[in-house]
């Protein structure tokens, strides 16, 4: 990574402990060393992100949907096209170093929620943010460990000494979500790459559908509720 302020920040930091993964940061001034993922961004703004008209975003159901697409190009395109270089596609050159861990769903949740240090008042209380919550009694004059979803400052998990403490109940609540946790603007200076009259990101939906016909679907086993209105959303699509 380079050295913004986004790729030295305490989160990703406690996401990439949690999950084993060695954060490497570029020296100052010298972006060689990032050569190969800014080229891979390149080749993802000129080859899937152009495809993303105005018309054709407006279209969108949501994330889920775009996060689909982007599946769809990345391996029906991305994964299995030669290299230039290496004369091997990207895929099967990933995969020649397998296996690879895969971490369960729980340790994905709990690495992508953030943390913060606080010490408990005389009445078991804490505050975060402007916002205040009530403890277990018996943290009173300890230090915890407050770990939450940035967007949802309501739900609180406490933690001492490495340990589960309970939840943290909301005793005054005046802000929902993390200053830092702000929704994204797109760029003003971005410009509209012109429609071309075929819908190249739906054909390659159709056609990562049919490749992935005899495989199984794991988003469909998930029973959070999403996967209706992810099929909702891609039948509209359709």
Known sequence: MDNGSAFVDAWLLRACA????????????????????????????????????????????????LNRLFTAWTETVYHVREHSETGCPPLARWEAGGPFPVPPPPALAEAFRWSERRKVTKTALVSLHGNSYQVDPALAGRSVELIFDPFDLTVLQVRCGGKDAGTALPHHITRHAHPKARPEEPGSGDEAPRATGIDYLALLDAQHDRQIAGRVNYAALDDSGDTAGQEQGKEGAR
């Open 18 to 65: 949690r999950l084993g993964i060695k954060l490497v940061h570029s020296r100052p001034g010298k972006p060689e060393g990032r050569g190969k993922i800014e080229r891979f961004f390149r080749t993802v703004r000129g080859q899937f992100l152009t495809e993303l008209t105005e018309q054709r975003a407006a279209q969108l159901s949501g994330l889920a949907e």
